[in-house]
């Protein structure tokens, strides 16, 4: 691991001493998980993921659709995006990894020892969990008989 030498000014308690540069967090970023007991197609996430990142970076480039500025306060924007996928037919679990409107899906080597579930942490700014829930299950969920 990495370690930085610390400031004899703060004896392990960092403060913005003005010397070491400053940063300035957004208390608007946060992460939002959530989970789905069910096997999903790869394709309909590919496509489910791809039109929520895409969309999202064209609020960034062009403004919301609804009228509400992409830079405004309560714009959300999605940074980042993690998953372990559950996919149909497949025997081991699927990685999702994304950041902004690029995202990569991976088939590893390691088996469910788990019930066959699909998890979610998404990184950004002012998001909405239910939403976010809701897409995932309308594009990917159970289609009924």
Not at 62 to 69: I, L, R, S
Not at 78 to 103: M, S
Not at 134 to 142: D, I, K, M, Q, V
Request: overall charge negative; glycine content about 8%.
């Amino acid at each position: 691991m990495l370690r930085l030498p610390e400031c004899s000014k703060h004896a392990g308690e960092h403060e913005d001493c003005g010397e070491h540069g400053s940063s300035a967090h957004d208390t608007h970023v946060h992460s939002v998980s959530f989970s789905a007991e069910i096997e999903v197609k790869e394709d309909a996430v590919k496509r489910w993921i791809g039109e929520l990142l895409w969309a999202e970076a064209e609020k960034r480039r062009d403004g919301d659709a609804f009228g509400e500025d992409a830079h405004s306060e309560a714009a959300e924007s999605i940074y980042r995006v993690k998953g372990i996928l559950a996919i149909e037919g497949e025997t081991n679990k699927v990685a999702l990894q994304g950041v902004q409107e690029l995202f990569d899906i991976e088939h590893t080597k390691e088996e469910w020892d788990t019930p066959r579930s699909c998890r979610f942490v998404f990184i950004g700014k002012n998001l909405n969990k239910a939403k976010l829930e809701t897409s995932f299950l309308s594009a990917c969920g159970p289609r009924p008989a």
